[in-house]
């Protein structure tokens, strides 16, 4: 085993032909190469993968990769494999052949790096596959997103710490480019990290000059483009936070002569894949995007990173202007600054809190489903008016506090194309497979274009199982005999326990949905904190991410521009028309908005699953009637009203 810095150089030169190793890299990979497992904070571009790649090849057994971003494992694989690696992912974008082959080649021990999404944690047949295999190293990227505290946090991670005692993995590296001091120790203690084997990089770029400009009360748009016009040409990023904000902006710019285009996720995948590349490829281009942009976004000359709007927390802000300047040329971040951006972002975490009634139902109806039963994640979200990420969460919070397992994901509804006559199937076939077959299709439900087979009311009234129902439907997809595609994704799960007390259960459920909220608007107040900060803004930033220095003599407060009050764009007091406005609407007695939480959030402006299937925002003028109205002073007054 290599443990000298010679002996690990000439492995980091054979295997990958780098001459040396970054900041932070030797450290990280002795540590892991002893044994012991390792938290790497390194900013973005850092070399984090290389952290993990290295003790992949010289540890004997597999090391299993953790990364929620498919675009980054693809790059990441054609360089392993570039570098003659035995490496490869498992998504659900493999073909069939490609799936076995790799299941193959770990059975035969062939792999030595595997990338899956954390997803793939919830599937137990992949987790029996894998427990067959010696782990020497699981790395986990992005990992402050275990952090129910952090700005990002994934129910799925929950789960790793528990799967890796599980799994026996022998050693953990768990690799964030943003980790505040707290998200960084519940990291430490979910997997067991000592705190000597955290290693830290820094964050201070001194090539990015952060400032700050009041934007309340002016014309936006008009402010951004001078700040572009006054400076020189170079290549730029906008970031908004709404989609529309994205299109209106770049329009502007572009009528004002500049090369501008908006970049979001509502755009169609080819169309984000030729902007990509365009602003690769271009020195001067003007990039209007919301956060979807930017993952997996390697240009190292980018000149200015802008912020239209406030980023939702310090975390996200340096991310985003992490992406300025990976060429070491001096770069310009600049934030125009307003309070009228609070309300939207606070309405996104109001959005994702789910009402308490609703929360005490749902534990009761799931626990109370069965020994072994499924659930669709879509259908519960409408079921019980909640966006579908808290209805992964809540499950997870389930099977954490032991009550459930889950059992992986499959599909109960499949459609199909024959592509020859049912007569010339039958005929192939023998008399028990045709007599089967020919129940199975009488299930089929004839669409336009598709036949649809709902396989668990099929199995059931035929008497055979759904696997055996599945597997004839892949088999004649493989003769050719018909186009397959499964669709109603349900997930299984196995009850473990019923608690003693449910309603003390969904209580404390309900506290920690709470206190998520808190600390996401928490997190939006660092911002307007850090724009009204009178010091250095370098230095307040990296305090937060628990790094001392001195002031950065180059931020616009260390060259003496004074912070303006951002101002306080919420109106919160309610008039006796706002109350009689209210009482119409409750009057009207819609379904879809009966708690004080689903009130308050129409009336804010922010969708459910249940007012968007009622249709009710088309058919309702109240819908985002108080949106400049605090959403705290909105539901303590509805609640009044409802006599809660
Ligand atoms: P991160 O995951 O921290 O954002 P990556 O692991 O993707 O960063 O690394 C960024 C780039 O740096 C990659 O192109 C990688 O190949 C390169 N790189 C990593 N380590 C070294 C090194 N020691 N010498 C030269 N290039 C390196």
Redesign the pocket.
């Known amino acids: 085993m290599p443990t000298s810095t010679p002996e690990l150089e000439r492995e ?1 030169e054979q295997r ?1 032909g ?5 900041d932070g ?1 030797e450290a990280a990979i002795s540590r892991l190469l002893d044994g012991k497992s390792v938290l790497a904070i ?10 993990y ?1 290295l003790p992949a090849l010289v540890l004997d057994g597999l090391t299993v990769v953790i990364s929620p971003l498919i675009a ?1 494992m693809k ?2 694989l054609d ?1 392993l494999v570039g570098k003659g690696a035995p490496a490869a992912r498992l998504d659900s974008t493999l073909t069939k052949d490609e799936n076995r082959k790799l299941f193959d080649d770990l059975y035969q021990d062939r792999l030595k790096l595997l990338y899956i999404s954390p997803e793939r944690l919830g599937n137990e047949r992949f987790l029996r596959a894998i427990a067959r295999q010696k782990i020497s190293l699981l790395a986990i ?1 992005e990992a402050h997103c275990i952090s129910e505290w952090g700005h990002n946090f994934r129910p799925d991670y929950l789960k790793i710490a528990h799967l890796a005692k599980q799994l026996k993995v022998e050693r953990v590296l768990a ?1 964030t ?1 943003t980790a505040t001091p707290p998200v960084a120790a519940d990291i430490r203690n979910a997997f067991g990290i000592a705190d000597q084997d955290e290693v830290h990089t820094g964050f201070y770029r001194p090539n990015l000059d952060l400032s700050i400009v009041p934007a309340l009360g002016r014309d936006r748009k008009e402010l951004l483009l001078e700040r572009i016009r006054r400076r020189p040409q170079g290549s730029t990023i906008v970031y908004v936070t709404l989609q529309r904000t994205a299109e209106e902006v770049a329009a502007y710019l572009s009528a004002n002569g500049l090369s501008a285009s908006a970049y979001h996720a509502g755009l169609k995948d080819e169309d984000r894949a030729s902007l990509q590349d365009a602003f690769m490829s271009s020195p001067n281009a003007v990039i209007v995007a919301t956060i979807a942009f930017g993952m997996g976004v ?1 240009k190292s000359d980018i000149r200015y990173v802008y912020h239209y709007n406030l980023p939702k927390g310090l975390e996200s802000y340096s991310q985003e202007i992490g992406r300025a300047g990976r060429d070491g040329e001096p770069s310009v971040c600049e934030m125009l600054a307003s309070s009228e951006d609070l309300i939207t972002l606070e309405n996104f975490s109001y959005g994702d809190t789910p009402q308490p009634e609703a929360v005490a139902e749902f534990t009761q109806q799931v626990l109370t489903a069965g020994e072994v039963f499924d659930i669709s994640e879509y259908e519960l979200s409408n079921r019980f008016d909640m966006r579908p990420l808290v209805v992964k969460t809540l499950l997870t919070y389930l099977e954490l506090e032991g009550c459930l397992a889950s059992t992986g994901p499959f599909y109960t509804e499949y459609k199909f194309q024959p592509q020859c006559s049912s007569a010339d199937i039958f005929a192939r076939v023998g008399q028990e497979e045709s007599d089967f077959l020919r129940a199975v299709f009488r299930h089929a439900k004839k669409g336009s274009r598709w036949f649809s087979l709902d396989t668990t009311t099929a199995s059931q009234t035929i008497g055979q199982p759904r696997d055996r129902v599945v597997a004839a439907l892949v088999q004649l997809e493989e003769n050719g005999d018909l186009v397959l595609q499964a669709a109603g994704v349900r997930q299984g799960y196995r009850r473990l326990r019923i608690p003693d007390d449910t309603k003390a259960l969904a209580r404390s459920l309900n506290q920690r949905f709470q206190k998520r909220e808190s600390n996401d608007i928490e997190r939006i107040q660092r911002v307007v904190e850090l724009a009204q900060h009178d010091g250095c803004l370098t230095q307040h930033l990296l305090r937060y991410f628990g790094e001392t220095r001195n002031a950065c003599e180059h931020c616009c407060r260390c060259r003496d521009e004074k912070p303006t009050p951002l101002g306080n764009a919420h109106q919160t007091k309610l008039s006796h028309e706002d109350e009689q406005r209210i009482r119409g609407l409750i009057e009207e007695g819609h379904q879809s908005i009966r708690t004080p939480r689903q009130l308050t959030r129409f009336l804010c402006g922010i969708t459910s699953p249940a007012t968007t299937r009622a249709k009710l925002r088309k058919s309702s003028n109240m819908f985002g009637a108080f949106n400049t109205r605090s959403f705290k002073a909105t539901l303590e007054f509805v609640e009044h009203l409802l006599g809660h």
């Open positions: 980091l990958f780098f001459a040396s190793f970054r890299q390194f900013p973005t571009g850092g070399g984090k993968s290389l952290c790649q980054l790059d990441q360089f990227d690799l480019a390697d």
